[in-house]
């Protein structure tokens, strides 16, 4: 198995796909379920079911290939490669006539959105009035654009159009009628799930907001002082009064003739004396 993965990577780089990892992994699995068929004919080597394998994994996902390349180093004759390459698209049940969402998918590069593309599809064939055969390529192709289209996923919208095999007119009117569609059963409950989400953010926001607010009682009970705290506070500010009123007496005395001193009339050391009594 290690020796035909070399080999595959080997012609995958004469190919030009030696970068392309989903394209080695996709061929690998052909090369896998390919061992596991019976061929028609003993003529076709390892190398020329590779350089297969390889051609298909490109077409289902969309890579470049030369096809002439691809035929040179098959060592097959260009009739030979085309029949045989017919044979294995067969035995691997790659009919390119019918187009599945799971090969779209693969092509257009968004399988994430398979899932829902598949809902659509049968939801679809179940509210349909008439009978409707969900294998045509455009209804594929319809449910794939509109998956992509909830989840906001860009696609190649011409590739798809090519693929679902409409004219741009046609296309037009069954998007029309699809859009209806899918906006109808699909796109409320999307969202609905947006607004739940959005509804438990706001819950979580209001919690975090939530700031523990005193009880009355606690901010009564800060705010009422003790007398002997009063009492301590106010002689302490008052004190400090009095030895501002000295400092600034201090500097504003001037020398008098008489040495009489004039009897004050307001004594703020008594009242002190008092307070402190």
Same mark, same amino acid.
């Given at each position: 198995?290690?020796?035909?993965?070399?080999?595959?990577?080997?012609?995958?780089?004469?190919?030009? !796909?030696?970068?392309?990892?989903?394209?080695?992994? #996709?061929?690998? *699995?052909?090369? @896998? $379920?390919?061992? %596991?068929?019976?061929?028609?004919?003993?003529?076709?080597?390892?190398?020329?079911?590779?350089?297969?394998?390889?051609?298909?994994?490109?077409?289902?996902?969309?890579?470049?290939?030369?096809?002439?390349?691809?035929?040179?180093?098959?060592?097959?004759?260009?009739?030979?490669?085309?029949?045989?390459?017919?044979?294995?698209?067969?035995?691997?049940?790659?009919?390119?006539?019918?187009?599945?969402?799971?090969?779209?998918?693969?092509?257009?590069?968004?399988?994430?959105?398979?899932?829902?593309?598949?809902?659509?599809?049968?939801?679809?064939?179940?509210?349909?009035?008439?009978?409707?055969?969900?294998?045509?390529?455009?209804?594929?192709?319809?449910?794939?654009?509109?998956?992509?289209? !909830?989840?906001?996923?860009?696609?190649?919208?011409? #590739?798809?159009? *090519?693929?679902? @095999? $409409?004219?741009? %007119?046609?296309?037009?009117?069954?998007?029309?009628?699809?859009?209806?569609?899918?906006?109808?059963?699909?796109?409320?409950?999307?969202?609905?799930?947006?607004?739940?989400?959005?509804?438990?953010?706001?819950?979580?926001?209001?919690?975090?907001?939530?700031?523990?607010?005193?009880?009355?009682?606690?901010?009564?009970?800060?705010?009422?002082?003790?007398?002997?705290?009063?009492?301590?506070?106010?002689?302490?500010?008052?004190?400090?009064?009095?030895?501002?009123?000295?400092?600034?007496?201090?500097?504003?005395?001037?020398?008098?003739?008489?040495?009489?001193?004039?009897?004050?009339?307001?004594?703020?050391?008594?009242?002190?004396?008092?307070?402190?009594?």
């Amino acid at each position: 198995m290690a020796s035909n993965n070399k080999t595959l990577y080997l012609i995958a780089t004469k190919l030009g !796909l030696g970068e392309e990892d989903k394209v080695l992994k #996709k061929a690998a *699995e052909f090369e @896998r $379920l390919l061992q %596991t068929k019976n061929i028609a004919g003993s003529n076709i080597t390892d190398t020329s079911k590779i350089v297969i394998c390889l051609d298909l994994a490109a077409s289902v996902l969309g890579a470049d290939l030369d096809i002439k390349s691809a035929v040179k180093y098959s060592g097959l004759k260009t009739s030979t490669y085309n029949n045989t390459k017919k044979v294995v698209q067969n035995l691997l049940e790659l009919n390119s006539d019918r187009l599945s969402t799971n090969m779209l998918c693969l092509t257009l590069q968004c399988t994430g959105v398979q899932d829902l593309a598949d809902r659509i599809l049968a939801e679809y064939q179940q509210q349909a009035k008439v009978e409707v055969d969900l294998n045509l390529p455009q209804y594929v192709c319809m449910a794939v654009y509109q998956a992509c289209r !909830l989840n906001k996923v860009k696609v190649a919208k011409s #590739k798809i159009i *090519e693929k679902s @095999r $409409l004219k741009p %007119t046609q296309w037009t009117k069954l998007d029309a009628d699809w859009t209806k569609f899918t906006d109808l059963h699909f796109a409320a409950d999307k969202k609905k799930g947006r607004q739940t989400k959005k509804t438990a953010e706001n819950v979580e926001t209001e919690e975090l907001m939530e700031v523990d607010v005193p009880k009355v009682d606690e901010v009564l009970e800060e705010k009422i002082e003790s007398y002997e705290d009063w009492k301590k506070r106010m002689l302490e500010t008052a004190y400090k009064e009095l030895k501002e009123l000295e400092k600034i007496e201090r500097k504003n005395v001037t020398p008098r003739k008489s040495p009489r001193k004039t009897p004050q009339k307001f004594a703020p050391t008594k009242v002190l004396l008092k307070l402190a009594a």
